[in-house]
């Protein structure tokens, strides 16, 4: 394809827009796509070239998905040149930081389960961000008030101390057999050469543009000429690169004991904003020894058998693993598995989630009670013909299960919620990313990036090319006597990220992982749903339309979901709303693969939502 180039007023301002034009090349879109700016830099093909977008690829020796192509190549030439699993996954985190920075990037965190193939086990890796040692339960109060959730969003205070970079150091340390320098090295490239940029990074560095704009390394980035880079011009990132070249030479204490995380504290402290701007920023409570002692951690993954299988999960401080794993449990225990079931098993298992997980280093969580079958057939108990009353009580997954009696005490919408996660009033996006990859070994990487929401904070550090998290939003704010997620020193917020690797007779079956905030959780219960109840392949399980109950008085759904099953499952008492985005209507961008035996494999990304993404194999043949 080839891009040729218009320029027309939009909303006010001068918008320089491209236009593709089959038949051409990629690589001819790139060297001719430039942004305003960049006319007289010549533009590299690398990261260009090669294999198209496709959602679905099947084939041999190391396959990938990720929501994006440029990253899914980063990955792919890893396994090319030898690397393992974990290796190409590290590499696809680092580029997604440059293709997707509103998701994924150096200062914010994930969870990697893992499947090592010569060992034959599971394990996971946690790279959550952490509160700094300042930040205190009423942190996020005022006057015996939460604060609005948004000045939260874009603010210092929110900050918490990165986890992505002594994640990658330890996976590849304990799995990997590369550096993190070479790991780095597809991610600087394409942050040096460019990639182009398509709707999706257009759409959301616009719907962040009024906050960006507010902070002067922000907009120097990513408004050039004050606007969100066009669609289709080539988007550099020089100071990324550097500084990941410059991460891949002296390594993570650079970040963890050295100068740049002297500047990240200092614009935690003092996010950069511009002259005049009334916006308030509230500084961050991070310093130094906060980023001193930060340790990425290995953990056993939360496990559960589910009709034959065994379902690994993310344990606590996810909630992913023990919420789909509960979940799971309870349609295991029902005679009959619908969508209408599918709703009921998720509002129970959210009804728990919310009551009993945290920080496992804060917080006894008992996740040995919430994957027991014990406490799934109690809780199955509960599931009639048509939808329960709003809101479910928690159980008691104590280790006493006597049958079908209703426990807990019934609550009042989710008190551990952010605002509005049990309604339509705060969105829960496309925030986050996810990333599945798999080797000649055998060996299966599922990936959960993250740096919250969409845009993390909206900070850049100035000069070093990337965006802070605003992680610490996903702690309740309270007051909330007894949550299990309010702040505390040094804790680790509750997630719901849930990368999820399922094994048959002690082998990989299945990956599979996406974004959405809380809908993280019933996107990936609903594929495995989808999958393993109702019949589908993974790529239609990935496709289908969506819906989301997490404990709320309606389901929130996707059009096309509401279309299509919305008349049978009203008839059994349930609402829907739409699903409030952004993009409105939409949940979640699913990356998941199948091991199909005989050495084959099927990748799998979205079709369509998030503009699609792409899944690679290494070779078609055996
Ligand atoms: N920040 C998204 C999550 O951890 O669930």
């Given at each position: 394809m080839s891009f040729r180039r218009l320029t027309v007023p939009l909303a006010g301002i001068t918008a320089s827009l491209a236009l593709v034009i089959p038949p051409a090349t990629a690589q001819t879109a790139a060297q001719t796509a430039a942004a305003p700016?960049?006319?007289?830099r010549p533009v590299t093909t690398q990261g260009h070239g090669g294999p198209a977008k496709t959602p679905v690829a099947e084939g041999y020796g190391g396959a990938v998905a990720t929501v994006d192509l440029d990253a899914s190549k980063a990955a792919l030439s890893v396994l090319r040149q030898g690397g393992n699993a974990m290796d190409a996954a590290v590499a696809g985190a680092a580029t997604l930081g440059v293709t997707e920075p509103y998701s994924a990037g150096l200062a914010g965190g994930g969870f990697i389960v893992y499947y090592d193939a010569r060992r034959g086990k599971v394990v996971s890796i946690d790279g959550r961000e952490k509160a700094p040692r300042?930040?205190?339960?009423?942190?996020?109060?005022e006057n015996g008030a939460a604060i609005p959730f948004n000045d939260a969003v874009t603010s210092?205070?929110?900050?918490?101390?990165?986890?992505s970079v002594a994640q990658w150091e330890l996976a590849l340390r304990r799995?990997?057999?590369?550096s993190l320098k070479k790991a780095l090295q597809p991610a600087i490239d394409v942050a040096s050469g460019g990639f182009v940029v398509d709707k999706t990074f257009y759409d959301q560095t616009d719907q962040n543009a009024a906050r960006f704009a507010d902070f002067t390394s922000t907009a120097a980035l990513y408004?050039?000429?004050?606007?969100?880079?066009?669609?289709g011009s080539v988007f550099r990132n020089p100071d990324l690169a550097a500084t990941y070249r410059e991460l891949g030479r002296r390594g993570g204490d650079w970040l963890y004991d050295g100068r740049l995380g002297q500047e990240l504290v200092a614009t935690v402290k003092a996010?950069?904003?511009?002259?005049?701007?009334?916006?308030?920023a509230r500084p961050g409570l991070m310093d130094a020894a906060d980023l001193k002692a930060y340790r990425a951690l290995e953990r056993a993954p939360a496990k559960t058998g589910y009709n034959g299988m065994d379902v690994y999960g993310m344990p606590p401080p996810s909630s992913g693993g023990s919420t789909v794993g509960e979940a799971l449990n309870i349609l295991e225990a029902l005679p009959k598995v619908g969508r209408h079931e599918y709703l009921e098993a998720s509002r129970l298992a959210f009804a728990d989630r919310n009551a009993f997980v945290g920080d496992p280093a804060y917080v006894d969580v008992p996740l040995g009670g919430l994957l027991s079958d014990g406490f799934a057939k109690e809780r199955a108990?509960?599931?009639?013909?048509v939808a329960m009353p709003n809101p479910a009580a928690p159980g008691s997954p104590d280790g006493s299960y006597d049958g079908c009696q209703v426990e807990g005490t019934p609550l009042t919408?989710?008190?551990?919620?952010?605002?509005g996660e049990d309604g339509a009033e705060k969105p829960e996006g496309p925030e986050t990313t996810h990333l599945v990859v798999t080797d000649r070994w055998g060996d299966v990487a599922a990936y959960n990036i993250t740096i919250?929401?969409?845009?993390?904070?909206?900070?850049?550090v100035p000069g070093r090319g990337f965006l802070l998290n605003n992680?610490?939003?996903?702690?309740?704010?309270?007051?909330?006597?007894?949550?299990?997620n309010l702040p505390a020193p040094g804790k680790r917020p509750r997630s719901s990220m849930a990368p999820t690797i399922v094994l048959k007779n002690g082998k990989p079956l299945l990956a599979v992982g996406s974004p959405g905030g809380a809908t993280i959780i019933t996107t990936v219960l609903q594929i495995l749903v989808n999958r393993f109840?109702?019949?589908?392949?993974l790529p239609d399980a990935v496709a289908a339309p969506r819906a989301s109950q997490r404990n709320a008085a309606a389901t929130q759904a996707e059009q096309a979901f509401i279309d299509r099953y919305g008349a049978e499952l009203t008839a059994k008492g349930h609402t829907f709303v739409i699903?409030?985005?952004?993009?409105?209507?939409e949940i979640g961008a699913a990356t998941g693969l199948e091991f199909?035996?005989?050495g084959k494999v099927q990748a799998v990304a979205e079709p369509?939502?998030?503009?699609g993404g792409s899944a690679l194999v290494l070779s078609s043949r055996p």
């Open positions: 700016g960049d006319q007289e300042a930040m205190t339960e009423t942190a996020f109060q210092g205070l929110s900050v918490g101390v990165p986890g799995y990997g057999t590369i408004l050039p000429n004050g606007a969100p880079p066009p669609i996010p950069p904003l511009k002259p005049g701007s009334t916006r308030v108990c509960l599931i009639g013909d919408g989710d008190p551990a919620a952010k605002p919250e929401q969409t845009g993390g904070s909206g900070i850049v992680e610490l939003t996903d702690f309740t704010f309270g007051p909330a006597p007894g949550d299990p109840e109702l019949g589908m392949s699903a409030p985005g952004p993009p409105v209507g199909l035996g005989r369509a939502r998030r503009g």
